[in-house]
């Protein structure tokens, strides 16, 4: 790769003339011996997946093993037909499209890990919102998702993208910086609007914890992911708009490695703290322990 940082990304973008998916693509290709095409198809391949998953979770019972979880994101788009929502429309459909990929994975369905299992609803909710709203083809699409691997490659080898190293920061906070930075270069926006856009989105989450109920990548997890696509769309309308991360980008990672760092273990995925320990994350353990159909 070319790039270890994001500030090195924009740089090889624009001595190279090119946008942060095609430094990705040759970059990836380079790396893993593979033509260009490939990387880019098997990208397509995991878009549809993505897009299997938005639809499942819409239209299929989503209810988890636990019984904890399953059909919000059914719930949310039914209030959507009745209701104005009061985030709009479209916010309120990438919402609901993340809480489906995300109620999909916690009832055992196919999903794309963006950058983890926990985190995999937000790209989905963000891409394919957009993609309908503004009739983007796949293809673009595809130029989305190299773009925001770029991203998370810079996040993940100067930080974390996992709850268990770095609390949901790493996790639901990578995917909302990877989501925001993609679509702002998916919008027409420069390298350097969308490097804004992902340091704006992770300053957003720091401190996140990991706090999952019963150890489950279900609560607070599958409503992070609804919350997450949103707070990327609005740092993609602010870098859009000319709102900058006055603290680079690259530092506010280094915030998060520090943050994380210093984050106490019962915070980053042992469910020994925050939620999980709440009188009523007790319950729910103790429940879950006996076996107990859950409400
Ligand atoms: S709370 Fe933990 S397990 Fe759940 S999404 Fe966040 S990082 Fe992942």
Known sequence: MRF?????????????????????????????????EYVFEKMR???????????????????SRSGLTGKDAQRVASY???????????????????????????????I?????????????????????????DDDHIVKGLLSAGAIGYVIANNSFVSGAEGGCQAEVGSAIGMAAGALVELRGGTPEQAMHAVGLALKNTLGLI?????????IPCIVRNGFGAVNAMAAADMALAGVRSVIPSDEVVQVMYEVGTAMPEKHRE????????????????KELNLGKKQR
Request: with cysteine; glycine share 10%; charged share 15%.
């Open 112 to 136: 794309i890990a963006t950058p983890t299992a926990g985190s995999c609803g937000i790209i989905p909710g963000v891409f394919i919102s957009s993609q309908q709203r503004f009739g983007w």
């Open 80 to 110: 959507m037909t009745t209701t104005e929502a009061s985030l709009g429309e479209e916010a309120c459909k990438a919402m609901a499209y993340a809480l489906a990929v995300s109620e999909v994975n916690a009832s055992m369905g196919r």
């Open 45 to 63: 391949a995991y878009y549809q997946i993505m897009k299997e998953a938005v639809a499942k979770g819409l239209t299929e019972d989503t209810t």
């Open 4 to 36: 270890r940082t994001l500030k090195q990304l924009t740089e090889v973008c624009a001595s190279e003339g090119l946008t942060i998916a095609e430094v990705m693509l040759a970059d990836q290709s380079q790396e893993s011996g593979k033509p260009p």
């Open 210 to 218: 990991c706090d999952p109920v019963g150890g489950l990548v279900e």
């Open 270 to 285: 042992t469910a020994k703290g925050g939620l999980a320990q709440t009188p009523t994350g007790q319950q729910i353990m």
